[in-house]
Structures are given as structure tokens and as C-alpha cells.
């Protein structure tokens, strides 16, 4: 085995290697000079297009999981034809090639963990609205946020939001299926691509589905490739499907005695038929670590009940959405619900307001670094029916691993994002963080839920895969990736090979979202 040996520094700085050589040296070395070339006949057909200089190596060796594994060279496609060039290439040489965006991912999954070829697609931002169709066709590297701008401004409405839409690209939301605070009532990005162009594996350019909104003419890969990670293909365009901009919106912030109050009440709301375009959760520590990132009391009542010697209260923030007629009728069942069910309530009087109390929400989870250098956020998914199940799961875990776990979540579809606390230069803390994890993963599962809802599983969740799948349905997956990518080039050693994060170190570098 031949390993590579460095020391990470700021963006920009030079990187020293060495290689330590076991006795199996000789075939690790021959894949290296196998790169070597490749990249050198790379950078003959593309230019400048390929970057092997070291500050561009760093700045695509990381992404927001800040696991940083150094590639051999970064590559920025101006035509199909370059990508095609580079898969070429990759396959007749074996070079591992990872497709990379904005590098938003928390799990590791646009991390080149075996080095080769970064494929940047961010600069493929194209994005065109069909405002008679209600489609927008966009390209990979178009960022989220500018795809709900121009849809709205026609007057159409793209539901997905991850918390990162300012900066995460299409490409990499359709890579790991990404939700957001909408998913309960409009769903997440795989039921809105409607049609998917980009290459295999080999090279080959493909287009699955139609910019129809109706299509059933063979097998359907397009889903195959949604969720995949970058596994089985490389996305370069999209055709989404949108829907009419809501005509009004209503949002209300309700507060809690305790968690398993407040996941009662939801579940009793959600048992009068009432589907909200929003439902947030945000446990006592997140509410706590938000107020002190914001300087915004929730309520006053939990400055109070704080100051006293209490816990705060957990909130869950509600809006709704819709016609002005549908947010009326809803409104009048939301508002009885919480004077019998919350232990406090406001309405915001405006979308001035209510912008106030979203930006606590989307403070919270940077915010929990004021607790602890490092965390484990695991986007778990229980299903309705354990609700209340998953609040005394979290109590035990906290109880047995005494480490903070500040949790939020969108409980319009049960996808929390549970939080582990600790301090990597801790090893005690290190050792109890890793056996919460599993030991939370292991609690989801037993309650018919899934470990990941909206993230992926990249580098981070490798060690529960199996938890979530037996045998016969790993084997499956296995059997479709080597059809697809015979030579396993693209994004290769994750999601199938188990990888410890805790026993990795993080680049310490900032990224744009991180204190948004």
C-alpha cells in the first residue's frame, strides 16, 4: 500500500508530501505513475481547463464535511465534449474522478477520498424558465437560491430549500435528493426532476426521461440516478418541474412545555388534515444555542424560565401557504390548536417578522458550536407514529453518553438533525461521540426509520449503512454500480467502505455558509 503523508494549512498555502511505501509499494506506485500520465495527457487535450497547481488541489480536496483529501488535479469543463474527454481518459487509465459543485455536502460525499480527478461543475449555472410550461431547465452547476429567484419572478414556485440554498448547486441536491423546510408538504428534489442529461460512467452521454410531464418509455434511470451520490453518472442539465408561487403565507411560533409535548401537539394537528408548507422543531439546547448566535429571545418567557434555573422550552415553528382562501380556513384550525395544545404562541403580523423568526431557525445548527469544536450531525428520519418514541430515545442517549445533542428538524416529514457535541481533542469525548452515533442509528432503525433523510451518505455515514440494509439489497446496489461503472471511477470509497469520520482531522478553513 502506498499512503500519502501531508499537513494542511490555509487556503492558498503550499502543501509538502511524502510517501511512506509498505511491502506492496510496487502496485500503489504504478497507480500513481498511471495518474501521472493520464493527467499529463489530460492537460494536453483540455489547457488550462485542468488545474494541478496546489491551491487549487486544496480548494477541492474538502467541502463542508472539512474532510480534505488532496486530488491530483481539478478540472472545469467548458463543453460536453470536455467531460466526455475526462471520462474517456479516467476509464483507459483508471483515475478515481469525483464531480464537485459548490461542495456544500456535510457527509464527505464531493470529498476525492482516493485522490484522481475533481470534475467542477459549478460553473455550469444556466438556468431558463418556461413560463408557460411551469419548467425550468438548469444547468448542474446553478445554485438553488437563483433557481427560486427566477422562478418566482415568473410568477412559479421551486419548493425544495435546503438551509445551504445560497450556495448548494442543483447538481449536488440531485446527487443526494435534498429536502429542506418544505419537504412535508411539497416533497423534495426527486419529485420535482422531471428529466436528467449527462454521461455514464464511460463517457457516454445519455438523457433519462423528457421535458414532459409525463413519461413511462423504458426503465426509469433518471430516479436511478437522483440519490446516487455521483456514483453512476455525471449530471450537466436538469428539467424541473414548478408549481404556482403561493398567493399567501401565515407563520405562527409556538412554544412547549417539553419535547414530548410538543411532538404530541404536532401529531394531533397533522391528525386534523392540516399540512403546513412549513413545520420546524427546534429542541430546548438548539432554541438556547440560537437565541445567544441571533441575540433574539423567542419568547420572553424563556429568558425567564432560564434565568430561574430552567431549560427553556423547545419551539416549533409553523407557516402556511397556499391561496388566500386555504391559508384563511387554515389558520382558524392552527390558532385553536395552539391554544389548547401550546404553551405559548405568537403571529408574526408580517413577512418582516417572520423573516426574524426563521433567521433563529437557520442560525441554530452553526450556532451549537459555541457548545463544542466538533459534531456529528445525523439527519435521521422516524416515521409519525414514533414520534414520541424517537423524544425518549434522544433523553437516553443524552443521558448515557453525557454529551450535548441539540436537535432540530422539519417534523412535516420527521426528518431530525441530531447533533453530537464533542471536542476533537477529547479522545474520551471522541470515543463517546462515535458509540452515540451508532447507538442513535441503531435506535432509528429499530424504529422503522431511516439514517439519512436528506444528506446522503457520503464518508459519514458509511458506518451504518448496513444497519439500514441487509445483505440481498447491498448486494443489489453493488450489482448496479459495476453495470454502470465498470472500472469504478466515479466517486469511489464511499457510501460501500466503512469510514470513521471521528478518527479523521478537519481542515480548519471557513467556509461561506458556515456562519449564515
Not at 47 to 55: I, N, T
Not at 109 to 126: N, T
Amino acid at each position: 500500500m502506498t499512503r500519502l503523508i501531508g499537513n494542511a494549512g490555509a487556503v492558498g498555502q503550499s502543501w509538502h508530501f511524502s510517501v511512506e511505501c509498505s511491502g506492496a509499494a510496487r502496485e500503489g506506485l504504478g497507480v500513481m505513475a498511471s495518474i501521472r500520465t493520464a493527467t499529463q495527457q489530460l492537460r494536453r487535450r483540455l489547457g488550462a481547463r485542468v488545474a494541478v497547481s496546489d491551491a487549487a488541489r486544496f480548494g477541492a480536496s474538502f467541502d463542508g464535511s472539512k474532510l480534505s483529501f488532496l486530488p491530483d488535479a481539478v478540472v472545469k469543463p467548458r463543453t460536453d465534449a470536455d467531460i466526455a474527454v475526462v471520462l474517456a481518459l479516467a476509464n483507459q487509465y483508471r483515475v478515481p474522478v469525483t464531480v464537485r459543485g459548490a461542495g456544500t455536502s456535510l457527509t464527505g460525499s464531493a470529498s476525492p477520498v482516493r485522490g484522481g480527478w475533481v470534475l467542477d461543475l459549478s460553473g455550469w449555472m444556466r438556468i431558463r424558465i418556461d413560463a408557460d410550461a411551469g419548467l425550468a431547465h438548469v444547468q448542474a452547476g446553478a445554485v438553488v437560491g437563483d433557481i427560486h429567484r427566477a422562478a418566482e419572478a415568473k410568477g412559479w414556485f421551486y419548493p425544495p430549500d435546503p438551509a445551504s440554498k445560497q450556495y448548494c448547486t442543483i447538481g449536488g441536491n440531485i446527487a443526494c435528493n435534498a429536502g429542506g423546510m418544505h419537504g412535508g408538504k411539497y416533497g423534495v428534489t426527486r419529485d420535482f426532476v422531471l428529466a436528467l442529461k449527462g454521461f455514464l460512467p464511460t463517457g457516454e452521454a445519455v438523457t433519462w426521461g423528457t421535458p414532459t410531464k409525463k413519461f413511462s418509455a423504458g426503465f426509469n434511470l433518471r430516479d436511478l440516478w437522483i440519490g446516487s451520490e455521483g456514483m453512476l453518472g455525471v449530471v450537466t442539465e436538469a428539467t424541473l418541474k414548478l408549481i404556482p408561487l403561493p398567493a399567501a403565507r401565515w407563520t405562527l411560533l409556538t412554544a412547549f412545555a417539553d419535547e414530548g409535548a410538543a411532538f404530541r401537539a404536532v401529531r394531533a394537528l397533522f391528525a386534523q388534515r392540516v399540512q403546513p408548507a412549513i413545520c420546524e422543531f427546534l429542541d430546548r439546547h438548539a432554541v438556547q444555542c440560537a437565541e445567544a448566535a441571533t441575540g433574539q429571545t423567542v419568547f420572553a418567557r424563556q429568558a425567564s424560565d432560564r434565568a430561574q434555573g430552567g431549560a427553556g422550552r423547545p419551539v416549533v415553528l409553523i407557516e402556511l401557504a397556499g391561496t388566500a382562501s386555504e391559508v384563511a380556513d387554515q389558520k382558524k384550525i392552527l390558532l385553536a390548536w395552539a391554544k389548547t395544545k401550546a404553551a405559548a404562541w405568537r403571529v408574526a403580523r408580517d413577512r418582516t417578522e417572520a423573516e426574524v423568526l426563521w433567521a433563529v431557525r437557520r442560525r441554530c445548527s452553526q450556532a451549537m458550536f459555541k457548545l463544542a469544536d466538533s459534531k456529528i450531525n445525523e439527519d435521521i428520519v422516524v416515521p409519525l407514529r414514533s414520534y414520541e418514541k424517537c423524544v425518549r430515545l434522544l433523553a437516553r442517549l443524552r443521558r448515557e453518553f453525557r454529551l450535548p445533542m441539540p436537535t432540530f428538524g422539519h417534523l412535516g416529514d420527521g426528518n431530525l438533525h441530531v447533533n453530537i457535541m464533542y471536542h476533537r481533542d477529547n479522545p474520551d469525548e471522541c470515543r463517546r461521540a462515535a458509540a452515540a452515533g451508532e447507538a442513535l442509528m441503531r435506535g432509528v432503525v429499530a424504529l422503522g426509520g431511516a439514517i439519512s433523510g436528506e444528506h446522503g451518505i457520503g464518508l459519514a455515514k458509511t458506518p451504518f449503512f448496513r444497519l439500514q440494509h441487509p445483505p440481498a439489497q447491498v448486494r443489489a446496489m453493488l450489482a448496479v454500480k459495476r453495470a454502470l461503472d465498470p472500472n469504478g471511477i466515479l466517486n469511489p470509497g464511499k457510501m460501500f467502505e466503512v469510514f470513521k469520520v471521528w478518527e479523521h482531522p478537519r481542515v480548519k478553513v471557513v467556509c461561506p455558509w458556515d456562519h449564515k
